[in-house]
């Protein structure tokens, strides 16, 4: 059975730092592109960072040069690692496939699949 699951949020101070892992069982991440997506309260799911199955990684504007994915091939994972964590980054974090290589290049959560049940991020003092 092909699934992701999230780890790694948490309560955090505005300047804080967190490192999400998404974990996959049954399937090889490194063969896919992997994204991680955010939803906040009240709004849409919006796409945070993906890593190409080729190595290459695209970035939102809003966590452009704070946020960093990299994969970790021996444990199966693809890793956020979150610094200068700001009240507007607090949201429900997921990771997810992209089976067609189509989607997670443009941060659309359309046509991202095997999404994880998420874990919450929550910044503030």
């Known amino acids: 059975q092909l699934q992701l699951v999230e780890s790694g949020g948490g309560l955090v101070q505005p300047g804080g730092s967190l490192r999400l892992s998404c974990e996959a069982s049954g399937f090889t991440l490194d063969d896919y592109n992997i994204g991680w997506f955010r939803q906040a309260p009240g709004k849409e799911r919006e796409g945070v960072s993906c890593i190409i199955s080729s190595g290459g990684t695209v970035y939102a504007d809003s966590v452009k040069g704070r946020f960093t994915i990299s994969r970790d091939n021996a444990k199966n994972t693809v890793n956020l690692q979150m610094n200068s964590l700001k009240p507007e980054d607090t949201a429900v974090y997921y990771c997810?496939?992209?089976?067609?290589?189509?989607?997670?290049?443009?941060?659309?959560?359309?046509?991202?699949?095997?999404w994880g049940k998420g874990t919450l991020v929550t910044v503030s003092s």
């Open positions: 997810a496939v992209d089976p067609y290589g189509s989607s997670c290049a443009f941060l659309r959560a359309n046509g991202m699949d095997y």
